[in-house]
């Protein structure tokens, strides 16, 4: 395994495109090259936890279903814990809901109403801006909660859908813009 430091440029060189997915004129960003290669993707959370110490984030938060995969990664690494915002009717306890537009199809996610305790020091792990919808989506629900959102972090951002309009007001860090 090679000990060189991951560079977004290594990650970007890995994530499949996939054209129509799930539907025609989609260009899906496919990354799980990234997380079957070790090195990458532990250079990927490295990428996403830079400037966080262990002890400056209470709880990472990742979005259904390919954001659990990085958050869960990012909460270890900072010591932080893990809290899931998941499709509507997944979370067995009581929820908040928010309903959204997104790049292909509508949604609807929801967290516990009880996930966390209101100041809470949060980041947000999605593995990819495009609309925005789904962020916003969860940051309304977040704020629903009382969390304070640090930053909103993805892996890949489709710079051409502005889905940083939507996410306003946070500050938001992404590894590779298309
Ligand atoms: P949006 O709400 O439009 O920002 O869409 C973001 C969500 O949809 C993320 O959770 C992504 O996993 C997924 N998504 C949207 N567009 C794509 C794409 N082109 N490739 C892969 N995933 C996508």
């Known amino acids: 395994m090679s000990h060189k430091k991951v560079s977004s440029t290594d990650l970007a060189n890995a994530i499949r495109n ?21 090195h990458l993707f532990n250079g990927c959370i490295e990428l996403l936890t830079d400037g966080f110490k262990p002890g400056q984030v209470d709880a990472v938060v990742g979005i ?27 979370l067995p306890y009581t929820t908040h809901e928010q309903s959204y ?10 967290i516990h109403i ?13 593995d990819l801006l495009a609309t925005g919808g789904t962020a916003a989506a969860a940051a309304q629900l977040l704020k629903k909660i009382g969390a304070e959102i640090l ?3 993805f892996l890949i951002e489709l710079g051409f859908l502005n889905g940083r309009d939507k996410l306003k007001g946070f500050p938001i860090k992404s590894l590779i813009m298309y």
Not at 101 to 110: F, K, P, Q, R, V
């Open 114 to 126: 009880d996930a966390v305790k209101p100041g809470t020091r949060v980041l947000l792990v999605d």
């Open 151 to 153: 930053e909103i972090n």
């Open 101 to 110: 537009d997104l790049e292909y199809g509508s949604n609807t996610i929801a």
């Open 64 to 90: 259904d279903a390919r954001g659990f995969i990085f958050a869960a990664a990012v909460a270890l690494k900072l010591n932080a814990g893990f809290i899931p915002v998941r499709k509507k009717g997944k």
């Open 18 to 38: 996939v054209p129509d997915f799930p539907k025609p004129g989609i260009q899906f960003k496919d990354i799980t090259p990234v997380l079957a290669d070790p």
